[in-house]
Structures are given as C-alpha cells and as structure tokens.
C-alpha cells in the first residue's frame, strides 16, 4: 500500500480544502504526528508524498539520490509555458541538469566564493553605510534587499544595481510570472494534461494565450541582462562574473543553457538569503541576550575598531550558531521544492509509486519538538556541542538541511552562508536592534506571522536599528 494518509475520496482524493493555503506545512508536519514521518495523499489519482523526519529525509532524498532527485512535471509551468527546461524544473536524467549543475558548482563552489569575498566585503560595508543613513523603524528590508540584489546582479552578470533598475524589476516579474504559472490548484491542465491538446482559439483555452504570452516575457526578461553581460565582454569591459566566466569558458554551450544558469543564481538567491537575514534581524530584536553574545564574539575579534571580514568567519563559533538557528526557526524554504520519483520505490513496506510527488517537510522537521526541544525559541546554544552543553549533544545541523538533497542540494549554499556570515557579523560590529517603540518610550511587541510561498520570512515588522557607539558608526567612516 502507499504511505498512510488523510482520509481520501475514491477517485478524486483528497479534499483539496484540507490542505490551507496559509502555511500548509503546519497541516503536514500534523500528519506526520499522526500517519508517521513518511505519509501520502493523492488528488485525482496524482499522489504525493510528504517526509517529516530528517532519518526518512536522508534515507530517501540523499541515499536513494538516484531516484529521488527528479521534479514533478507541471503542466502549466514546465509544458506550456516551456518553463520545464530552467535549472529548477529540468529532470535530473536530462542531459542539461549535470551541465548546469558543473557550470553553476565552477562558479558558486567553496574556493570559487573566495574570490567575490572583496565583493562581498564591499557590498557589506554599502550596506552598513546605508543603515546608518537612513534608519526608519521597517527600513532595514528595504536595504537588506538592496544589498542581497546588487550581490546576486554582480556574481551573476558583474553589474552593478542602478536607481529605478530595469533589469531588477525585470527579472523579479519574471520570477512572478512563473510563480502564478507553477501555483498548484490555479490551473486545470495540472490535473488534466489532455487540455494541453485543446486548440488555443477554444473556449476555456485562455490559459494556452495566457501561458505563451508569460513564456515570451519571461524569456526576453531573462535575456536582457545577459546580453548586457555579453556586450561588456566583447567590449572588454566585463567585471567578474558567472555569465562572463560562461562566455569565455562554454561558449560552446547553446546560449539560452547559459541564460538560464545566470537567471537561476537571481531567482534561487534573492529571496531566499534576504528572507534569512530579515528572521536574523527580527530574533536579534527579539532576543536581547543572544545579541549582545554574539556581539560580543566580534568584537573580540576585531577588537571594536574595524569592520568583519570574510577571513574572521572560522572564528566566530557563536555567531555560526545563530546561523543555524535563524535557518531553523525562520525556515526560509519549507517545503524546500518538490522532487519526484523516477521509479517505483518502497519504504518500510509501503509503495512510493513512480512520477509521486515528494514534500520534504523542513519547517516540519525544524519545529519537531522531540527533535529541537521549544521549537519556537530562538536558542543558538541548542547547537553548542556536547563538551560545553552538560553532555547533551547538539542535534541535526540546519546548515546541513536547509539548502536540500541530493542532486538537488542547494549549488549556491557556500556563497549564501558567506554572505549571511558576514552581513551578520558586520551588523551586530555597528548597530543595536531592538524592539520599536512608541512616543512614550515603551517596547512594542512585534506584530508579524510568517509569509507562505516557496520562500517564506517574517511579514513587515518594525525594529529600531541604532548605533551602537560613535566609535562603531565611525568604522564604517
Ligand atoms: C539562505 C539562502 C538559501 C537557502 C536556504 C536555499 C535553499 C535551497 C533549497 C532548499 C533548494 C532546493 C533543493 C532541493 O530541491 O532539494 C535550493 C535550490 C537551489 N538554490 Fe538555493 N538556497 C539559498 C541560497 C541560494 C543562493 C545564494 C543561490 C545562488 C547563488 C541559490 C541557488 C539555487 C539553485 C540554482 C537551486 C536549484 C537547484 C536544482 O534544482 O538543481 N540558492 N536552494
């Protein structure tokens, strides 16, 4: 039999109303208390497959990588609007998923990072500088986005972010547009493929025009930055880049593979790293203590009068805890993004059926109770190790999880932990966060839930972003 379940109608499966549009992972990471860590579910006869414990998780999306590393075809998104082809969606067996993955690994690989660290290092101190300069209570987003782009627009095509940038809003309706293509639940044709066939001039065929027309958007937005790039190169003017490396050292590779390497380094890293730094901000308001520890480890390290750089990060051992914590508590990728089987399978003696669909359940995973005692608290010392907690050892590393399996983990995990490293250490090095407050002078509680996408980060909240000394604004001078 597949995995138990919630209850589901003969033919048609589950209620679809079941599943809450608002954070469907609290519904699954239920189901995983009462069906068990691997359970299933089906609509219309597609059946998927939801992991709520790390054993299962490692046993099935990293050892049995060979199976599970494949995505779910999407209709609307991969066949219609011909989405199918990008890094994100392509099947692991195609040709083209083990060159973009070389081609993004040169680039984003450990070593490979350690060449944009004066980049970084630049970028990071903009940041700082634009903190100061401009402080209201919701700003910090505002610049942390800022500051998350430019890095991404520069290691991606050496460009440098303008004012009113059309090449952003560019890429981010793009990225749009393929979010409302790949929603589950919006197109019939997901779940009835025969209607690809049904000629687009057909009544209730609006989604064909519709899903032609976004693809031509898509992939002239895609490609206006990367003619930029190529423009530079020939010039002989390109700053360092993965789209300029590409054209030097794959120009043998068809071109849209190259454009679709450069677009998933925006698409997979903007949102994902500024949703991580805008939790950090939020539980550094939150949590006083924890801050005034962490800002402390720097401080002994730069001795107060310089700003971090990427050199220091092997020796801050407290602060690469509440990395880990803000990727635990804050769970940027919840459901991390949906693989599938390749073959039939069985685990523990139920069936995974070839094409399942398979949730991996991090939020889930990273509020379980038994695993992360107070999952709701943000505690960086939960991953002390054992020598200095009592004996208890740590438990599972969300620097381990958090960017995903398999053939499938995360190309882009070293460069988004250096620069999540750093913006950390180079924040708490200037600024205290705290609470806001109101005219009186009193803490106001944050008023904030966490947002449901593919992405998800605390919604708007105000925190009081300050100096901490006219010393510390003076490292930034
Ligand atoms: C805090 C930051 C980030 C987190 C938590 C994160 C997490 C993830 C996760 C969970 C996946 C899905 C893996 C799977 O399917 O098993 C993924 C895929 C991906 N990420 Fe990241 N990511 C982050 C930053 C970045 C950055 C900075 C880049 C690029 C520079 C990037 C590029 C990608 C790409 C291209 C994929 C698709 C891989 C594929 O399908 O083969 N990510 N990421």
Redesign the pocket.
């Known amino acids: 039999p597949p995995p138990p379940g919630p209850p589901c109608r003969p033919l048609l499966g589950l209620d679809p109303k079941l599943i809450p549009p608002s954070a469907p992972w609290k519904r699954f990471a239920e189901w995983g208390t009462k069906y068990g860590p691997v359970s299933s579910f089906h609509i219309l006869g597609q059946r998927s497959i939801v992991i709520n414990s790390f054993a299962a998780a490692g046993e099935l999306?990293n050892k049995r990588a060979s199976v599970y590393s494949e995505?779910p075809l999407r209709q609307m998104l991969d066949v219609v609007m011909d989405r199918g082809s990008a890094?994100?969606n392509v099947t692991a067996s195609d040709e083209r998923?083990k060159v973009?993955?070389r081609i993004?690994h040169g680039t984003?690989n450990q070593r490979s990072v350690a060449s944009f660290h004066p980049m970084l290092e630049q970028e990071s101190r903009a940041f700082v500088k634009r903190l100061a300069n401009d402080v209201g209570p919701q700003k910090f987003e505002e610049h942390v986005r800022h500051n998350v782009i430019s890095v991404?627009m520069r290691?991606a095509f050496g460009y440098s972010m303008q004012e009113g940038d059309t090449f952003v809003a560019g890429i981010q309706n793009a990225v749009r547009l393929s979010s409302l293509g790949a929603t589950p639940g919006r197109w019939l044709v997901d779940y009835l493929p025969i209607l690809r066939f049904v000629p687009s001039w057909f009544p209730g065929a609006e989604f064909k025009r519709l899903g032609w027309e976004w693809k031509k958007v898509i992939d002239d937005q895609l490609y206006r930055p990367f003619q930029w790039t190529k423009d530079r190169v020939a010039e002989g003017k390109a700053e360092q880049s993965f789209t300029a490396t590409q054209l030097h050292e794959n120009a043998h590779l068809p071109e849209h593979w190259l454009v679709k390497c450069a677009a998933?380094?925006y698409?997979?890293?903007a949102d994902?790293?500024a949703?991580?730094m805008i939790c950090f901000f939020l539980a550094m308001s939150l949590y006083p203590d924890v801050q005034q520890k962490a800002q402390a480890e720097v401080d002994a390290i730069t001795g107060g009068e310089r700003l971090p750089t990427c050199k220091d990060i092997p020796q801050l051992k407290y602060l690469r805890r509440v990395m880990q914590e803000v990727?635990r508590w804050g769970t940027?990728?919840p459901l991390?993004?949906p693989?599938a089987a390749l073959r039939d399978d069985e685990y523990n003696g139920y069936r995974i059926e070839k094409g399942a669909t398979i949730f991996?359940n991090?939020w889930g995973m990273f509020h379980d109770p038994e695993v992360y005692p107070s999952p709701d608290t943000f505690d960086p010392d939960r991953f002390a190790p054992e020598a200095e907690n009592a004996g208890v050892s740590p438990p599972p590393d969300p620097l381990d999880w958090?960017?995903?399996?398999?053939?499938?983990?995360?190309?882009?995990?070293h460069?988004?932990q250096t620069?999540?490293f750093l913006n950390m250490a180079s924040v708490l090095s200037v600024f205290d966060i705290s609470k806001e407050r109101d005219s009186t002078g009193a803490e106001l509680e944050p008023n904030f839930e966490f947002t449901t996408g593919i992405t998800s980060t605390a919604t708007a909240f105000g925190c009081t972003v300050k100096p901490r000394s006219p010393e510390s604004l003076s490292l930034i001078a």
């Open positions: 999306l995505r890094v994100f998923h973009y993955r993004l984003l991404i290691i998933a380094i698409i997979g890293g994902t790293t949703s991580a990727l940027v990728v991390a993004i693989h991996p991090l958090a960017f995903g399996f398999g053939k499938r983990i995360c190309p882009g995990l460069f988004a620069s999540l």
